[in-house]
């Protein structure tokens, strides 16, 4: 079974903070995903990475960076917290268009 | 207008019984489709997808109308444990990407 595992269930931050959360998967995909989910907006594509140190910015890249320096870890960067960005934040990979794994999620909450 | 739009529920269904909900995209070029499943809490993941010909899995059946521009799931015999939320995802309903829909919320009771 294809595993995506997130570094931090729950954390908490402050405003101005710098943030990263990581996210490891282990099926060799190509294709990972970074993606936010909030009640009555659904889930909204942050980044996105096609291939190693490639990345595409997604609906919502504001605020938010990423970086992905090998093929199975991509990482989330929120260089200083804001409020606004109290979230869960969902990581996926996939290999084919549409068939996503995602990991556990990182709930996070900005103080 | 939302380039997928679904019915957020809930859908309160006796268990047994069946229920079916459709999910509707606005760009008649979009390509793919598909059906994930989220429990409360916790992250989505694939149910099926979605094919030209309609598919079946089990209790579960989708059907793709590109006439009319939706995608259907439909549960037979629910179970309590189908309580969830399921989502649509449709790929290049908004340029080359997938775009999720807000969930439609189903909850089988006794």
């Known amino acids: 079974d294809v595993k995506v595992t997130q570094s931090s269930r729950y954390l908490v931050k402050r405003t101005g903070e710098k943030v990263f959360l990581e996210c490891v998967q282990d099926?060799?995909?190509?294709?990972m995903f970074w993606y936010r989910q909030d009640p009555g907006l659904g889930l909204r594509l942050i980044y996105f990475s096609y291939d190693v140190k490639m990345k595409e910015k997604g609906d919502i890249p504001e605020g938010y960076s990423v970086s992905r320096e090998k093929k199975e870890r991509f990482s989330l960067i929120l260089e200083s917290a804001s409020t606004n960005q109290t979230s869960m934040y969902l990581c996926?990979?996939?290999?084919?268009?549409?068939?996503?794994?995602f990991g556990e999620g990182s709930r996070l909450t900005v103080l | 207008r939302k380039e997928v739009e679904q019915d957020p529920g809930p859908f309160n269904v006796p268990e047994g019984a069946t229920v079916a909900f459709n999910c509707t995209y606005s760009n008649s070029a979009s390509q793919s489709f598909f059906w994930y499943r989220q429990d409360c809490r916790k992250e989505p993941k694939l149910l099926m997808s979605v094919y030209s010909s309609g598919n079946e899995d089990g209790r579960f059946t989708a059907q793709l109308n590109r006439a009319s521009q939706y995608i259907s799931l439909l549960i037979r015999d629910s179970k309590l444990s189908d309580s969830a939320t399921y989502l649509c995802?449709?790929?290049?309903?908004?340029?080359?990407?997938?775009?999720f829909g807000g969930g439609t919320r189903v909850l089988v009771k006794p």
């Open positions: 996926a990979s996939s290999r084919a268009p549409g068939e996503l794994f």
């Open positions: 995802v449709v790929n290049g309903a908004a340029g080359n990407k997938l775009t």
């Open positions: 099926m060799d995909h190509e294709n």
